[in-house]
């Protein structure tokens, strides 16, 4: 059996174990997976990404980070690509985007087009003077075909759903 020494102490590899599948008395919600990183950060999946820059970037590192986990952002990248990729982690907050990049009305197709490509999102909030007038997806652009057209003649402006601020995602 081979070890592998971690902070002077034992710990196996994955040579060193063979899963059996079988029966089990504990219930998966009975688990606790949970994964001290640092006196003060505890994962909730013992589950960290490499930082690899066929592995890591944004996507990922939001989607590690809403199962408990922690996405590794890779240094390939400028520094200001880097800061880039942390801050579209940090926009994205247990499902729901805190601090949304907004359109206005006024502004164009292109313009949604160009920031929804950007950011690999696919919808945008539609805000005038600070209140919530609409929203713009790509499926509402989908076959536009003049892309200096201003937003409020293809953005959603009925109907919309929102939520308090502290709502949780269950709630929502």
């Known amino acids: 059996m081979q070890y592998a020494n971690l902070l002077g102490e034992q710990a196996l590899t994955f040579d060193d174990v063979l899963l059996v599948p079988g029966f089990a008395e504990v219930l998966p919600s ?14 909730r999946i013992p589950v960290l990404s490499a930082a690899m820059d066929t592995v890591t970037e944004a996507r990922l590192a939001i989607a590690l980070a809403r199962q408990g986990g922690l996405g590794i952002i890779h240094r390939n990248l400028s520094p200001e690509a880097q800061a ?34 950007h950011y690999h999102i696919s919808g945008l909030p539609v805000v005038d003077d600070g209140k919530l007038v609409g929203i713009l997806t790509n499926r509402d652009v989908r076959f536009a075909t003049d892309m200096d057209i201003p937003v409020r003649s293809f953005m959603t402006y009925e109907r919309l759903i929102t939520a308090s601020v502290g709502t949780s995602l269950e709630e929502a």
Do not use: C, Q
Not at 32 to 42: A, I, P, S, V
Not at 100 to 116: F, G, V, Y
């Open 30 to 43: 009975e688990v606790n997976l949970t994964t001290r990183l640092h006196e003060k950060l505890d994962l």
């Open 84 to 117: 880039g990729e942390v801050d579209k982690v940090k926009r994205s907050e247990a499902g729901m985007i805190v601090d949304p990049i907004t359109l206005s009305p006024n502004d164009t197709l292109a313009d949604a087009e160009r920031i929804m490509s």
